[in-house]
C-alpha cells in the first residue's frame, strides 16, 4: 500500500491551498481516508476524514474552513484548506486508519 501526498506550500494567511493523496495497493473505495497534521513539539492530530460512503468528520479548529473530498475512480482524496491561519502550520499527513498507513507527509506553511 502506498500513500503520496502533493499539494503543500508556503501561503500567506488567508490564502488557500489543495492537498492530495494518491493512494495504490489497496480497494480504495473500501476505507475511510483521513488527513492528520504535526507541528514541531506536538503529538499528531487528526483534521479530517471521509468514510466509504461520503460521511466527513473535522476537528473543531478548521470546520467551515477545510473540505475533505475523495474520487474513487481516481484512488485519490483531497483535503481544501481555505482561509488558512499561521496555527494550521504543520506537515499534513495522508492515512488509511484502518490498516494503520500513512503518506510521507507534505509540509503546509502558512506566513503571518
Known amino acids: 500500500i502506498q500513500l503520496v501526498e502533493s499539494g503543500g506550500g508556503l501561503v500567506q494567511a488567508g490564502g488557500s491551498l489543495r492537498l492530495s493523496c494518491a493512494a495504490s495497493?489497496?480497494?480504495?473505495?473500501?476505507?475511510?481516508m483521513a488527513w492528520f497534521r504535526q507541528s514541531p513539539g506536538k503529538e499528531r492530530a487528526f483534521v479530517a476524514s471521509?468514510?466509504?460512503?461520503?460521511?466527513?468528520t473535522y476537528t473543531d479548529s478548521v470546520k467551515g474552513r477545510f473540505t475533505i473530498s475523495r474520487d474513487n475512480p481516481r484512488n485519490t482524496h483531497f483535503l481544501q484548506m481555505n482561509d488558512l491561519k499561521p496555527e494550521d502550520t504543520a506537515m499534513y499527513y495522508c492515512?488509511?486508519?484502518?490498516?494503520?498507513?500513512w503518506g510521507q507527509g507534505t509540509q503546509v506553511s502558512v506566513s503571518s
Open positions: 495497493g489497496l480497494q480504495f473505495r473500501s476505507y475511510t
Open positions: 492515512s488509511v486508519p484502518g490498516l494503520n498507513t
Open positions: 471521509i468514510s466509504r460512503g461520503g460521511t466527513t
